[in-house]
């Protein structure tokens, strides 16, 4: 995974009510300046992929002072944006009509319509967010069950380092639904997340916002009116995945005594719900 080499211009401003993270399609894969930036996402999506972000003041500053430090990169890719008093100017090139004016909108934000190819995303992949998803990762009792958890997998072709330990809930003519504890949850978050960055068609993007559990789905994300699935903690602060845009397969059985590694190949998995993996 790539890490930015330069400072956030987004650090410090944190997801707001009803905000998501967006970002911007790179000049380059792998952009190394990547960052990611909270708005308010309109429920259309323009040229039936992109989102349709509404800013606050500070947000879209920090996006103007991003593109300053982005648009060498690829002047024909990245637009330039400045404040003119509350008015936002996005330049997309020298041509009169190329100069966009936005204004503050009733909801006290700057709408961008369909300037830019934004899209849903997870907070900036700084070197911090890097060390500690590896750290996580590399921890090998986030993959050993306790008394009465089962080892379940949303990537059943990785194992057995795919594999992480869970609480089954069972309701009469229902699904299963795998139940994680808090260290579990993220360290399935980072898994995801980590290999979303590899094969995102593939992986989901997991990411925590306070102690909230947040799904962005590498398909859905493209559709009207879709916005990330979130999932708070129950009472006593576990994870309980119960929908159909993130499901699971058992691996092993459920462990009736002390801590073991998992199985390294599936042994009666069913998923947790029907649909296709996310």
Known sequence: MNTPTTQDPSAGTDLAAGEHWIELVPAAHAEPHQVSFPAVVEPRRHHGLWVRPRLRREVAEAVCEWLN????????????????????????????????????????????????????????????????????????????????????????????????????????????????????AEAVAAWCTTNHHKVPDDHPLVYFDGDTLVHVHQHLRSLDGYLPWRIDPDADGNYRIDGDEWTFQAVSVKSEGGVHPPETAPEDGRRARSGSPA
């Open 69 to 184: 430090v982005v648009y060498p990169v690829d002047p024909d890719w990245y637009p330039l944006a400045r404040f003119e008093d509350d008015l936002l100017v996005v330049f997309t090139g020298d041509a009169d009509h190329q100069r966009h004016e936005i204004a503050l909108g009733e909801d006290g934000r700057y709408p961008l319509g369909e300037l830019g190819r934004w899209f849903l995303s997870a907070p900036t992949r700084t070197r911090a967010r890097f060390y500690r998803q590896l750290e996580v990762l590399r921890d090998a009792e986030r993959h050993f069950p306790r008394p009465g958890e089962t080892v379940v997998t949303c990537d059943p072709d990785n194992l057995p380092v795919s594999g992480f330990p869970a609480r089954i809930d069972t309701k009469p003519a229902a699904p299963w639904v795998p139940v994680f504890r808090p260290d579990i």
